[in-house]
């Protein structure tokens, strides 16, 4: 590979691979992948300075992060939670209006009197003493959920790292509530359980976001606001960050 070309990351499979391959594909910038859907590698029509990697969304914000890869598409939650402060090593260039979902706190519907923050911060600091061990919390987003439950003043917890369904953890007796992603709640709803009226930790959807850590040449600057302006328009002072 070219030192000179720029690594673009895109996700290598699912719904987020065909919504970010449609919407490079109306800006006419096609993504080919030649080896198929166990290739890694692709690339873009007539863009002979872009290389085109798939990897998937998780590991496009880790890598972003890192500056091993120059730009990518990948959800916002995902460098939120790859890293403590991990949005401070990357540009959000623009959204791409697809992905949309919200990281929320749910809780059983059985639990009627915890409906927000304060209630379940009563509920962990008294839990030890009625039931002998910590608050579990099942998620995939722990960096997100020590935050949030920092800034609601809630520290007697135990997070359950989730690798699954997250949402069945309750029921399953793995955790007593969960942080996860929904987009409409109708999941939630069908494992018994509803999102806290202040438990929204944010909202996410898919981003175009470039790497600042990246090897950023005059060269390949130069190349990124190519790209960037047949994606509709380079972001004001995107050079500077850099």
């Known amino acids: 590979m070219n030192e000179e ?18 919407v490079f594909g109306e800006s ?10 166990r290739s ?16 998937p969304a998780a590991e496009i914000a880790r890598e972003l992060i890192m500056g091993a890869i120059d730009i ?19 540009v959000f260039v623009k959204p791409l209006d697809f992905g949309q979902a919200d990281v929320v706190v749910a809780v059983p519907d059985a639990w009627i009197d915890v409906t927000q923050m304060s209630d379940l911060a009563d509920v962990a ?20 959920t020590r935050k ?10 135990r997070i359950v790292e989730s690798a699954g369904a997250t949402e069945v953890s309750p029921a399953a007796g793995a955790a007593d509530l969960i942080v996860d992603i929904t987009s409409s709640g ?19 959807e898919a981003n175009l976001i470039v ?26 002072g995107i050079s500077t960050q850099l």
């Open 186 to 204: 109708e999941t939630l709803a069908a494992n018994a359980l509803r999102i806290l009226e202040d438990g929204l930790i944010m909202k996410s």
């Open 5 to 22: 070309q720029l690594i673009l990351a895109v996700p290598s499979k699912g719904r987020l691979e065909e919504e970010t391959r449609r």
């Open 40 to 55: 890694y590698v692709g690339s873009i029509k007539n863009q002979p300075q872009v290389s085109v990697r798939f990897y």
């Open 211 to 236: 790497s600042k850590g990246a090897d950023w040449t005059p060269m390949k600057k130069a190349q990124l606001e190519a790209l960037l302006s047949i994606m509709g328009g380079i972001p004001p």
């Open 148 to 157: 949030f439950f920092a800034d609601h003043g809630i520290a007697e917890y």
């Open 72 to 90: 990518g598409v990948t959800g916002s939650d995902l460098i939120h939670e790859a890293a403590e402060n991990g949005e401070e090593n990357v």
């Open 28 to 37: 006419r910038l096609p993504i080919a992948r030649p080896g198929g859907a």
């Open 125 to 144: 600091s008294d839990f030890r003493s009625r039931h002998g061990r910590w608050l579990r919390i099942a998620t995939k987003y722990v960096h997100l």
